[in-house]
T-cell receptor
């Protein structure tokens, strides 16, 4: 498997524009997580899905942020409208839990710059 | 809810010295525990994980961690630091009854020649 795939790797956009980040989890994994990493706040969990259903979105900072997982192989994180303070690295991770077995892997991240 | 606390945001060690990174968890039931490493401008890479099997877990790059229920700890160690170990290390927890994966604040390791 190619691992968790995120796109784009880098995104530069102007304030007010819509930004969509994409994630393809590892095939067969049943949970998906979106994180945001900044120098000031560290690694923050934004939202996570289990079997394509959003379980906890309490980390989503504002209504400008939304996430979807239409199927087991794809998820998006959308920011509309974007603001300079949204600049960060956004990571997607997927995991599989079966019985006592668990694995969780991260994508390489999307570095978002909002100017 | 499960959480982890990493003690010490920065650790500096000499090359060849012991690396010890501290992580304490908060959970009423022993959870799943992980250590990840992040090199500059890269994603997070799994070093090792605890899933209630052996309490001493060996990972990649010579790292190991010991689960101690009495101390609610999962400290990461490496007997001899190498320059390539300079990175940020994150402890993470996931509960038995939920799928949330939560991270500590991270510890940055610098290795002195």
């Amino acid at each position: 498997d190619a691992g968790v795939i995120q796109s784009p790797r880098h995104e530069v956009t102007e304030m007010g524009q819509e930004v969509t980040l994409r994630c393809k989890p590892i095939s067969g994994h049943n949970s998906l997580f979106w994180y945001r990493q900044t120098m000031m706040r560290g690694l923050e969990l934004l939202i996570y899905f289990n079997n394509n259903v959003p379980i906890d979105d309490s980390g989503m900072p504002e209504d400008r942020f939304s996430a979807k997982m239409p199927n087991a192989s794809f998820s998006t994180l959308k920011i509309q409208p974007s603001e300079p303070r949204d600049s960060a690295v956004y990571f997607c991770a997927s995991s599989l839990r079966t019985g006592r077995k668990i694995e969780a892997f991260f994508g390489q991240g999307t570095r978002l710059t909002v100017v | 809810a499960q959480s982890v606390t990493q003690l010490g945001s920065h650790v500096s060690v000499s090359e060849g010295a012991l690396v010890l990174l501290r992580c304490n968890y908060s959970s009423s039931v022993p959870p799943y525990l992980f250590w990840y490493v992040q090199y500059p401008n890269q994603g997070l890479q799994l070093l090792l994980k605890y899933t209630s099997a052996a309490t001493l877990v060996k990972g990649i790059n010579g790292f190991e961690a010991e689960f101690k229920k009495s101390e609610t700890s999962f400290h990461l160690t490496k007997p001899s630091a190498h320059m390539s170990d300079a990175a940020e290390y994150f402890c993470a927890v996931s509960g038995n009854n939920d799928y949330k994966l939560s991270f500590g604040a991270g510890t940055t390791v610098t290795v002195r020649a």
